[in-house]
């Protein structure tokens, strides 16, 4: 992750970007670049919720649900918000080498068991998105119910693009589901444009979508 020097130019424009001018009703959040270990558990919630369908066939729900998808966490590459300890919003992040969605057969079995990790590890390999050296996937956005609709989630998308400029990275990725026109909508207002759609057949009807679109924006 970022050096010294790109945690305080991370933390200095998050500062300038992002702090509520009074007598904004808005809340006062915090972003960090990664997950505090103890919140692992409120993000899993908050991407089962946000992403339930893709998630909820895999995972299921629960208290097991919660617990195997934090345990698969890579802490380090997200984006995540606060309001003083509560945790808000998150966005996890992939480039070419690491990804925060990092779940492994060991992390897994002990919720499942091997049989029932295996086919699960198989229906997240259809969900995964490798990118090229030079760009950053969006691996997931979610906010809270109640902090929904108060710019958390661009602010969450303008902190990752931050990040991912001064480590070097060039492009910024994602996919969105049909099912999903007002994150489409939302993506598209934040300069991310559609270059293809792609079909997720034969497992729509588990997934419970027809396609995904995958949208680029260029940080140069």
Same mark, same amino acid.
């Given at each position: 992750?970022?050096?010294?020097?790109?945690?305080?130019?991370?933390?200095?424009?998050?500062?300038?970007?992002?702090?509520?001018?009074p007598p904004s009703r808005d809340p006062v959040i915090r972003?960090?670049?990664? @997950?505090?270990?103890?919140?692992?558990?409120?993000?899993?919630?908050?991407?089962?919720?946000?992403?339930?369908?893709? @998630?909820?066939?895999?995972f299921g729900t629960g208290a097991r649900a919660r617990q195997?998808?934090? /345990?698969?966490?890579?802490? /380090?590459?997200?984006?995540?918000?606060?309001?003083?300890?509560?945790?808000?919003?998150?966005?996890g992040m992939q480039i070419a080498s690491a990804g925060f969605?990092?779940?492994?057969?060991?992390?897994?079995?002990?919720?499942?068991?091997?049989?029932?990790?295996?086919?699960?590890?198989?229906? @997240?390999?259809?969900?995964?998105?490798?990118?090229?050296?030079?760009?950053?996937?969006?691996?997931?956005?979610?906010?809270?119910?109640?902090?929904?609709?108060?710019?958390?989630?661009?602010? @969450?998308?303008?902190?990752?693009?931050?990040?991912?400029?001064?480590?070097?990275?060039?492009?910024?990725?994602?996919?969105?589901?049909?099912?999903?026109?007002?994150?489409?909508?939302?993506?598209?207002?934040?300069?991310?444009?559609?270059?293809?759609?792609?079909?997720?057949?034969?497992?729509?009807?588990?997934?419970?979508?027809?396609?995904?679109?995958?949208?680029?924006?260029?940080?140069?």
């Amino acid at each position: 992750m970022a050096d010294a020097d790109g945690r305080q130019r991370f933390d200095s424009v998050c500062m300038e970007i992002y702090t509520p001018t009074p007598p904004s009703r808005d809340p006062v959040i915090r972003l960090l670049d990664h @997950l505090p270990c103890d919140r692992a558990e409120d993000a899993a919630a908050l991407y089962l919720s946000a992403l339930s369908d893709k @998630l909820i066939p895999v995972f299921g729900t629960g208290a097991r649900a919660r617990q195997a998808l934090a /345990a698969g966490f890579n802490r /380090a590459m997200c984006i995540s918000a606060l309001e003083q300890d509560r945790l808000v919003g998150i966005l996890g992040m992939q480039i070419a080498s690491a990804g925060f969605m990092a779940v492994r057969l060991a992390g897994m079995r002990q919720y499942y068991g091997v049989a029932g990790s295996l086919w699960r590890l198989a229906l @997240l390999a259809l969900l995964h998105h490798t990118p090229s050296a030079d760009a950053v996937h969006i691996d997931g956005l979610a906010v809270a119910p109640a902090y929904r609709r108060r710019g958390i989630g661009s602010r @969450l998308v303008a902190a990752m693009e931050t990040w991912a400029a001064g480590q070097g990275f060039t492009v910024v990725s994602l996919e969105v589901v049909d099912t999903n026109p007002q994150a489409q909508y939302l993506y598209q207002r934040l300069g991310f444009e559609a270059i293809r759609e792609q079909t997720v057949w034969p497992f729509g009807t588990l997934f419970r979508c027809n396609s995904s679109t995958v949208m680029v924006k260029s940080l140069i």
